[in-house]
């Protein structure tokens, strides 16, 4: 396996009705998302596109990890505004 030559990381308050891009960074092993544990009042949604209702659920302290080689193919949302996630990947 190739190693990564960076790491990204960061936080994303989610927008609602449409979703956020994560950013664009290359990725050699992938991503992990958490979602905050405190200030997410609401369900916040990992996905494809700009649509908010794709995607995988996440509630307070839920996390994900995504096999992708770019952030930007990752879009955040929320069933309310202003719920954030983290991230870090390589």
Known sequence: MAQPTGITSGKVAASSPTATQL??????????????????TSTVFVGYDSVSTNGYALFNGDQIFIETDNTNKIWISASTAGSTVYYIGT
């Open 23 to 40: 950013g664009n960074f290359a990725l050699k092993s992938g991503i992990h998302i958490k979602s905050d544990l405190v200030n997410t």
